[in-house]
């Protein structure tokens, strides 16, 4: 049975990855107490073939009873349950922004006199142990819905213990590091498309871009370094049963430069057979 605890901070987009894993076939259920899920789990487990892919979300609306999540987890660990954790998370901006537009109430708001700045802090606190302990974490400050359920997708449409599922993402530094990356790679130093007139309101994806990227000896020399230690270090994170590996290589805007490495990275690891995925988050800034 693949069995997937999903939490993270509110407001963050459980609620869709939910519907996203629904959709693949997952057997879900929402706000569960902590203190209910092995019991859930051996239910599911007895009934064989039914409950193959079992998802449970609990988060901070349990109140109090979130508090027993950590105990949970190890009485599962110690009784062979074996469970993978998803943890949606986003910037404090973008949930505190998204709270003001549904005019939604933060489930910590009380204890923090309403504010919702401080009830955001106040939670990403008490959820960063989880956060530490998660197999997956998806950064939904910059998705869509579509991208959002495409991730997930990639993610578990396959046999997620059988492979390492890597993320390539382009970025700007400019609009922040995403804040799942495992890995990243400035490439800030290789010549910008930007400053041609007749490229700059190009993408790294428009051949005219992307051949102007890598005809450098400078690119030509971080490509080759790159796609060596990325080669080199997926076996080890395989032997170490990393599940997802975030990939993330950034330029200043995210339009150019890393659009064209991190969409070369992904084509290679494709040709070499692994499991991976390409979000160009800031494509369209």
């Not at 076939?25 to 859930?40: M, Q, W």
């Not at 469970?83 to 998370?89: E, G, N």
């Not at 590091?177 to 400053?195: G, H, Q, S």
Request: with cysteine; hydrophobic share 40%; proline share 4%.
């Amino acid at each position: 049975m693949e069995f997937l605890i999903v939490t993270g901070l509110s407001g963050a987009g459980k609620s869709r990855a939910v519907d996203a894993l629904e959709d693949i076939g997952f057997y879900c259920v929402d706000n569960i107490p902590p203190k209910l899920i092995p019991t859930f789990y051996d239910l599911c487990a007895k009934a064989g073939n039914t409950f193959s892919r079992v998802a449970v979300v609990t988060d901070i609306r349990g109140g109090d009873m979130f508090s027993s999540l950590f105990e949970t987890l190890d009485d599962l660990k110690n009784e062979d349950k074996h469970y993978r954790i998803l943890f949606l998370d986003a910037n404090d901006y973008v949930l505190i922004n998204r709270f003001k537009e549904t005019r939604r109430k933060h489930p910590l708001a009380e204890n923090n006199l309403g504010s919702l700045e401080q009830a955001v802090k106040l939670e990403r606190e008490i959820l960063r142990p989880v956060r530490e302990k998660a197999d997956y974490i998806i950064d939904t400050s910059f998705l869509s819905p579509a991208q959002l359920k495409e991730r997930i997708s990639n993610l578990f449409l396959g046999d997620s213990s059988q492979a390492l599922m890597v993320h390539c993402v382009s970025f700007g530094f400019k609009y922040g590091i995403p804040t799942e990356a495992d890995l990243v790679f400035d490439v800030r130093c290789l010549p910008n498309p930007f400053y041609i007139e007749e490229l700059k309101h190009l993408t790294g994806l428009d051949e005219p871009v992307y051949s102007y990227v890598m005809k450098w000896e400078q690119t030509k020399g971080v490509v080759q370094r790159l796609i060596s230690l990325i080669d080199y270090m997926l076996p080890l994170y395989c032997d170490e049963g990393k599940s997802q590996l975030v990939i993330a290589i950034g330029c200043t805007g995210g339009k150019h430069r890393s659009v064209a490495l991190a969409q070369l990275l992904y084509d290679h690891l494709l040709e070499n057979g692994h499991r991976t995925s390409v979000n160009h988050r800031d494509i369209q800034k």
